[in-house]
């Protein structure tokens, strides 16, 4: 009798602290809901033994189909973005400026890497949708059928395996849908649109034995440029300031400006001339778009403080970011099926079998497009961005530019066999088309099992797990060989040619660079091209499981029956990945990235077992007092053997308070790109830590300044190109990495405040021999900035004869480590307002949920405090994160309102005093509302969010010595604005 009295109580405990972690479902959610059972055993994500929710250990946060509902939006990652344990991931305005992977969408718990984050699909795992990695593309888990999301944050790779060292998010499907709903919705966001439309159909038949479930779901969402948004076109930039004269003259060396642009490319995608013509000086000529000479425009030329003029200028006519991509449009499609048979069952081994299985296919389209066509920019060489050499007798030179030349020598040509004079020219090639990716994701996933429970009353499940993404990118490119002979015309015979011979009988047509749009088709269709790239992801998994009761025994001084549980498995899992770039890319023959070829699979064979083992119950101060331990060990056919474990307590006051604790440790093995990538080329913009503008800044400045010269560079050395290209390779030599978890938290429902439940808990994560592939600009950085030159960070930058860095080798190493702290605080309530005195109209629903970042730290090499990277707090990870809900019933209508809170961010926690001018992005808050009403089997809805239409805060545009890069940040801001919807939803 004790033992099912603590059980009640603890499911309805359960029920009120799910309400810390869920914001309040609509009124017919709610009713719905009353319908279940008040006492049922259930598997909560994060543990494989049956029991009540109240008491896992980890702490769980879900969220339901209500809330998925209410935030309005049409895709399930702005719905867990929100969620304040969510940091960075790929998403539509994160994945816009690449030459793969456009309109991913993948989860990255605490930040600290999506391929730390463990998604599963109804307590299983999930195909990747990017080829190498382990990250679940979210787009392939439609709305349409999730009942609920929950959210383990925290070392779980003792119960799901690896990869879940910072969390595992498991998206739970209905059960047993019996019915059919249908759902269309339509935004709007002062430009682009969304489209939604989505239809499930479920029936039970066989005296409800067996349960069929299938479900279509159609999704769009239109991309937005640039140039559709005021806020992006400010051109806020951090500048070198000219009154900065001496390292300790207490001036910030950088400061702020708006309007910046760079002076050495035009805005009208013709020519500037860089080299000296006659008497006109660098920079001082440019075309028309027809072709006439005429001045360029630089507008005020910018100088620091040692009077060096600057690449970049106030105003004037440089080229200006317009048409690249803030949002990524996405299309999408999909299907999916569920089936579930329970058999007759009479003999002596099972008292309960059922027969499960799953298949899903989803259909993804996304595009991108860069900020302009091919380029040049000031450097001589072939290299990509490099200037474009013209050679005197160019056929397409004009009369009035050719009398300019006669003013003076030209420049000879030592490496030409002919000696030829020549001058070079910068360009924006957008006439010629825009760089543009194309983007097609096929995902197909099929699961089939059978659980059930023996004569002996225990639990079995065993399933076999088989997903595929496809995935197919296309590229508009150019043939830097073909470009070269193109662009090199002659005249002969009153006939403008190709002047190399070969070339010429190759089909060569020459191309008129000297004015926008005057290239001939023939001309283009010579050299620019579409490059294609395919990719393959492949996953088999297996998993056999019992779980049961072992034994129970009496409690100490109340003697209430305490049952002993266990579970126990096994799992086998082979994951394979092929990256197949186009030919020409792996030849290295085009404009953009060298790719290389990349296959790799690995398997993994491995086994688990749980205990809960009750401790005290039904005694004073001690309602419950429980143990949880977890075990796990796995055998990678690429690093070996390890384990993982978890250890956690709970203990239950009464029905006021609870109080947990967890301790794990975890393991990630390398996924196949990490092992086996054959070093594929990207080219990043950075600034050099050696120019002249940036030898007394950074944390370190005396460090920079002496390793600069040893490695014989000048003070006054001035970086030419800041877009270089950087070789990201393989290891596999790599070891797993392994974290340890810590979580302390309270559960708190108060009985004199019925309806009010409020969860407080602390995370202590610190991961050691991290995967780490430091980036470009972190190696760079690190080489001079480390107290010597001998350090792992130098032997990958290659510097050219000139003094300037050539290429960087970004290989993923175990090197690094991560730590990371802080607290998760929710908050819920719901009452009647009769209740209070009130009339009756209905009920008032509250929650809160906050996460407060104390500390997110990255140490590439540990021990090494000068290139620790000192995160939390600077974009784009806020101190403070929080949502808030409110919500009335009554009746048949539903109204809502709701904030999302981040909280004020800085540049750069490593910036030393007086590096830069201070910028601080001001706390950032949307409000969102919603109203829907109910009659009969349908109901209507709308909403705005973000309806004062806050714009996103600006990090400064940085200056790399010849370029500007993106300062948004849009992947943690909504940058879409204010949007608007309408939708439909009907049920029968």
Not at 423 to 447: A, H, K, N, P, Q
Not at 756 to 775: E, K, N, P, Q, R
Request: charged letters at 20%.
């Amino acid at each position: 009798m004790r033992r099912s009295t603590y059980l009640k109580a603890g499911t309805i405990l359960a029920g009120v602290a799910t309400l810390a972690f869920a914001p309040v479902a609509t009124a017919q959610d709610v009713a719905e809901q009353e319908e279940v059972s008040a006492v049922s055993d259930i598997v909560v994500t994060g543990s494989r033994i049956r029991r009540p929710n109240i008491e896992a250990a980890t702490p769980v946060a879900v969220v339901d189909a209500g809330e998925i509902e209410a935030i309005g939006s049409t895709n399930l990652i702005d719905v867990m973005a929100r969620q304040p344990s969510a940091g960075l991931g790929s998403s539509a305005s994160s994945t816009t400026n690449s030459v793969n992977g456009q309109g991913l969408a993948t989860l990255n718990l605490r930040n600290l890497g999506s391929s730390r984050t463990l998604v599963l699909v109804n307590g299983r795992r999930h195909v990747a949708g990017a080829a190498g990695t382990s990250a679940v593309d979210i787009n392939t888990v439609s709305k349409t059928t999730i009942a609920r999301v929950d959210t383990v944050t925290g070392g779980s790779s003792a119960v799901y395996g690896a990869d879940a060292v910072a969390g595992v998010v498991n998206f739970i499907t209905k059960q047993d849908f019996d019915g059919i709903t249908f759902q269309t919705q339509y935004g709007s966001a002062d430009g682009p649109q969304t489209y939604y439309g989505s239809v499930a159909m479920g029936r039970n038949f066989n005296d409800d034995r067996t349960n069929i479930m299938g479900a279509f779901t159609y999704d769009k969402s239109e991309g937005m440029l640039r140039h559709e948004r005021d806020y992006a076109m400010s051109s806020l930039a951090e500048i070198p300031n000219p009154d900065k004269k001496s390292a300790n003259d207490g001036l910030p060396s950088f400061i702020m400006a708006r309007d910046v642009y760079t002076n050495t490319q035009n805005d009208f995608f013709t020519p500037v001339i860089v080299t000296q013509v006659g008497a006109a000086k660098p920079f001082s000529l440019t075309f028309t778009p027809d072709g006439k000479l005429t001045t360029f425009d630089r507008g005020q030329i910018l100088y620091d403080g040692q009077g060096r003029e600057q690449k970049l200028s106030i105003g004037g006519d440089g080229f200006k970011l317009r048409d690249d991509m803030l949002r990524t449009p996405v299309e999408r499609f999909g299907g999916e099926m569920q089936l579930r048979h329970q058999f007759n069952t009479s003999g002596n081994v099972f008292s309960s079998l059922n027969l499960f299985a799953e298949a899903k296919y989803f259909h993804m389209e996304a595009s991108s497009q860069a900020r302009n066509g091919t380029f040049a920019d000031t450097s001589p060489g072939r290299s990509t961005g490099n200037a474009y050499r013209i050679y005197a007798d160019n056929a397409f030179i004009s009369p009035e530019l050719r009398a300019v030349m006669a003013g003076g020598a030209l420049p000879i040509d030592d490496k030409d066999p002919l000696k030829r004079q020549y001058f070079d020219i910068s360009r924006i090639d957008t006439d010629f088309g825009i760089r543009t990716t194309t983007s097609e994701y096929d995902t197909l996933r099929f699961v089939t099992g059978f659980d059930g429970s023996f004569n002996n009353g225990w639990n079995f499940e065993a399933y076999v797990n088989y997903g595929e993404t496809k995935s197919q990118f296309v590229n508009f490119d150019r043939l830097q060989k073909e470009f070269y002979d193109s662009i090199d015309a002659v005249s002969e015979n009153g006939q403008i040619v190709c002047r190399d011979l070969a070339a010429r009988a190759n089909g060569c047509q020459p191309l008129n660079l000297f004015g926008a749009g005057l290239a001939s088709q023939e001309a283009l269709d010579y050299s620019y091209i579409y490059t294609v790239r395919d990719d393959v992801i492949r996953q088999w998994n297996a998993v056999a499981s019992v779980n049961g009761e072992l034994f129970s025994f009496p409690s100490l001084f109340s003697g209430t029956a305490l049952p002993v549980a266990f579970a126990a498995g096994v799992e086998w899992r082979k994951e394979y990945s092929q990256m197949v770039p186009d030919i020409r890319s792996q030849q290295g023959l085009i404009f953009q990235n060298v790719q290389a070829r990349t296959e790799g699979e690995y398997q993994s064979k491995e086994v688990f077992v749980e205990v809960n083992l009750p401790l005290l119950a039904d005694v004073p101060f001690a309602q419950y007092v429980n143990l949880n331990g977890a075990y796990r060990y796995q055998d990678y056919s690429t690093t070996g053997g390890d384990g993982s474990f978890g250890l956690g307590l709970e203990w239950t006051v009464d029905r006021n308070i609870r109080f947990r604790g967890n301790y794990a440790k975890a393991v990630r093995a390398p996924n196949i790109g990490e092992l086996f990538n054959g070093g594929s080329e990207g080219y990043a913009d950075f600034a050099d830590p050696c120019d002249a503008t940036r030898l007394s800044v950074g944390k370190y400045p005396a460090n920079r300044a002496k390793n600069c010269a040893a490695l014989g560079l000048d003070p006054n050395f001035t970086q030419s190109v800041s877009t270089k290209p950087s070789v990201s390779k393989g290891n596999e030599n790599l070891s797993p990495e392994e974290g340890e978890t810590l979580t302390l938290g309270v559960v708190l429902t108060p009985s004199f405040i019925p309806g009010l439940a409020v969860t407080v808990d602390h995370y202590d994560i610190a991961i050691s021999d991290v995967i780490a592939s430091f980036g470009a600009r972190t190696i760079i950085d690190n080489c001079v900035d480390s107290p010597t030159l001998d350090n792992p960070f130098c032997g990958n930058v290659t510097r050219g004869p000139d003094g300037n860095i050539a290429r960087v080798v970004n290989q993923v190493m175990n090197v690094a480590e991560y730590t990371s702290s802080g607290w998760d605080v929710t908050a819920s309530y719901r009452t009647d307002l009769a209740s209070l005195g009130l009339p009756d109209y209905g009920s008032l629903s509250f929650s809160a949920a906050a996460g407060f970042l104390d500390e997110l730290t990255y140490d590439p090499v540990p021990g090494d405090a000068s290139v620790r990277d000192e995160q939390a707090g600077e974009a784009p990870n806020p101190k403070r994160r929080v949502n808030f809900r409110m919500t009335w019933d009554y009746d048949n209508l539903s109204l809502s309102y709701s904030n999302r809170y981040l909280s004020s961010v800085v540049r750069s926690n490593q910036d030393a005093p007086g590096t830069y001018e201070v910028w601080k992005a001001p706390s950032w808050t949307t409000h969102d509302i919603r109203a829907e009403y109910t009659f009969g089997n349908y109901s209507v809805f709308g909403g705005i969010n973000n309806f004062t239409d806050e714009a996103p805060p600006q990090t400064p545009f940085t200056w790399t010595g010849t370029s500007l890069y993106n300062g948004f940040n849009a992947s943690i801001y909504d940058n879409l604005g204010r949007y608007m919807y309408v939708g439909v939803n009907a049920r029968f």
